[in-house]
């Protein structure tokens, strides 16, 4: 009774987990076209969940000790580099599309598995890969010669690549006793990331009056300071802490298949808010890369197993998965 009451919570805050995440992209773009840089908008995501997890951050402080690689893995990576790439990516291509180029991470973790370490693959996981970029060749529509702004495709595609750096860098952290906790490894890779993009992001350059105003989310107009908020609180802090618990509480496998809900809320969000429509070829697409990211992902090494992100950042039991776009 108590593990089906458990499965049925954690499926619920898995269900929480991919609806906060999904709206990120959708509260972000109004914002960079309000005027807010894209980087800028990033740096004031990651500090503003960086200082309400510095609590979490304390409370695990010996992390800094025990995993220094991997908490500044996390941070340049699944925080900094995924959310980076992806807010750059979306404000040259539609959010749904960026997110699904993301979901190329698990493909490319299993090209990493197979032509660098030189580790056979199953024929699952290979045809994985194969229905996640034919998949993609549809959401990007190859047949007009690339229907999209290139850099931005680039830019998502940076994203991915980010993710793929986490989950090699994961495969060093170890089990049971040894393994970090995933709560300290957020907190702390938020700390990492603020940092390297108060560097980068320049914020004191930042257009703060934009803030202090409204950003028009197809024809209506939301107070920045309000789209801000959902981005730092639900579509960061809430969607961590919501997918860690979650993962703790189902298997990897399971948090994997609805993590997948994550693009497809991201996609519905942009058509329904932002007013970006799919072609039936496109949507047919962005099924297939998610099944493709799905079966790859489920065939991977128990290491890349977690469910992917934008962003980013669900961990898998005892581990992280990527930042999770991001979205």
Not at 21 to 31: C, E, I, N, R, T
Not at 75 to 102: H, K, T
Not at 209 to 215: D, H, K
Request: with cysteine; net charge neutral.
């Amino acid at each position: 009774m108590h593990a089906s009451q458990g499965r049925s919570v954690g499926l619920g805050l898995a269900l929480v987990s991919a609806f906060a995440f999904g709206g990120s992209g959708v509260a972000a773009k109004p914002l960079i076209e309000a005027g807010l840089d894209p980087l800028h908008v990033v740096w004031l995501r990651v500090a503003g969940a960086a200082l309400v997890m510095l609590p979490v951050a304390w409370r695990h402080r010996r992390l800094v000790l025990r995993k220094p690689a991997l908490l500044a893995g996390f941070g340049l990576l699944a925080v900094a580099g995924v959310q980076a790439c992806y807010f750059a990516s979306i404000s040259r291509i539609p959010v749904g599309v960026a997110l699904l180029v993301e979901y190329l991470a698990p493909a490319l973790v299993l090209g990493w598995v197979r032509f660098v370490q030189r580790r056979p693959v199953s024929r699952a996981a290979a045809l994985g890969v194969v229905l996640a970029v034919g998949g993609l060749a549809c959401v990007v529509e190859v047949w007009s010669g690339l229907s999209f702004d290139a850099v931005g495709l680039l830019l998502a595609l940076g994203a991915a690549c980010c993710q793929v750096g986490y989950f090699v860098l994961s495969d060093q952290n170890g089990e049971g006793e040894d393994a970090a906790d995933p709560l300290g490894v957020i907190a702390h890779g938020l700390l990492v990331g603020a940092l390297v993009l108060t560097v980068v992001a320049r914020p004191w350059d930042m257009k703060w009056s934009v803030l202090g105003g409204s950003a028009d989310m197809n024809g209506s107009q939301v107070p920045a300071v309000l789209l801000l908020c959902w981005i730092v609180l639900i579509a960061t802090v809430v969607a961590y802490v919501t997918g860690v618990i979650s993962v703790r509480k189902l298997s990897p496998q399971v948090a994997g298949v609805v993590a997948c809900l994550e693009a497809v809320l991201a996609t519905v969000f942009a058509w329904v808010l932002l007013g970006e429509h799919l072609s039936t070829p496109q949507i047919i697409g962005g099924a297939v890369v998610l099944t493709g990211a799905f079966i790859a992902q489920s065939a991977a090494p128990r290491a890349a197993s977690g469910p992917v992100a934008s962003g980013g950042p669900a961990p898998a039991e005892g581990e992280l998965s990527a930042g999770r776009s991001a979205a």
